[in-house]
T-cell receptor, first 117, second 114 residues
Framework: KAGVTQTPRYLIKTRGQQVTLSCSPI?????VSWYQQTPGQGLQFLFE???????NKGNFPGRFSGRQFSNSRSEMNVSTLELGDSALYLC????????????????FGPGTRLTVT | AQSVTQPDIHITVSEGASLELRCNYS??????LFWYVQSPGQGLQLLLK??????LVQGIKGFEAEFKRSQSSFNLRKPSVHWSDAAEYFC????????????FGTGTRLTVIP
């Protein structure tokens, strides 16, 4: 079974621009979560989508948004980029059911390395 | 609030030596515990998980972890480290009540000396 895929793998943008990152979950996984990883803050949860709806959101400004499509693929968008948005953005997928710990067993993609100059 | 502490930022071991990476968590509900490994420039790979039952869990690559509720710990162990184990290791905790996301520790970087 194919793993989680993320595109693009690397991206360089300038301040003020916007960016869209894409994530395709493991087949059959309906939940997609996004994380930001930086050396200073570590791994921080951005948001989670299930059935095209944002189910959960971390503590990030409104410049960070996302969406999920009917095929469970997800995109995240960052508008008005700031230097501090430079990070590795990780997407993770999991089975959606909240009746077991499998909902929390997340499988990660390779990430998108975003550099803001 | 959920939190995870990995007290060791960096550990260096010789190849063939045993390894123990520490993880302490704080969470009021029943925790679901995970260990992930991240190689440079890569995403996170799930090593093992604890949901319930036997407190000693086996994972991939010869790793195991022991859940100790009384100590709020979930330490990762490996009896004999290989050079390819050099990476960063993250402990994570989650719960089915409330937010459906994982809280990660700050990670422990493992260096393996030949």
């Amino acid at each position: 079974k194919a793993g989680v895929t993320q595109t693009p793998r690397y991206l360089i943008k300038t301040r003020g621009q916007q960016v869209t990152l894409s994530c395709s979950p493991i087949s059959g996984h309906r939940s997609v979560s996004w994380y930001q990883q930086t050396p200073g803050q570590g791994l921080q949860f951005l948001f989670e989508y299930f059935s095209e709806t944002q189910r959960n959101k971390g503590n990030f400004p409104g410049r960070f948004s996302g969406r999920q499509f009917s095929n469970s693929r997800s995109e995240m968008n960052v508008s008005t980029l700031e230097l501090g948005d430079s990070a590795l953005y990780l997407c993770a997928s999991s089975l959606a059911s909240r009746t077991s710990g499998l909902a929390l067993e997340q499988y990660f993609g390779p990430g998108t390395r975003l550099t803001v100059t | 609030a959920q939190s995870v502490t990995q007290p060791d930022i960096h550990i260096t071991v010789s190849e063939g030596a045993s390894l123990e990476l520490r993880c302490n968590y704080s969470y009021g509900a029943t925790p679901y515990l995970f260990w992930y490994v991240q190689s440079p420039g890569q995403g996170l790979q799930l090593l093992l998980k604890y949901f319930s039952g036997d407190t000693l869990v086996q994972g991939i690559k010869g790793f195991e972890a022991e859940f100790k509720r009384s100590q709020s710990s979930f330490n990762l162990r490996k009896p004999s480290v290989h050079w390819s184990d050099a990476a960063e290791y993250f402990c994570a905790v989650g719960a089915l009540t409330g937010a459906n996301n994982l809280f990660f520790g700050t990670g422990t970087r493992l260096t393996v000396i030949p």
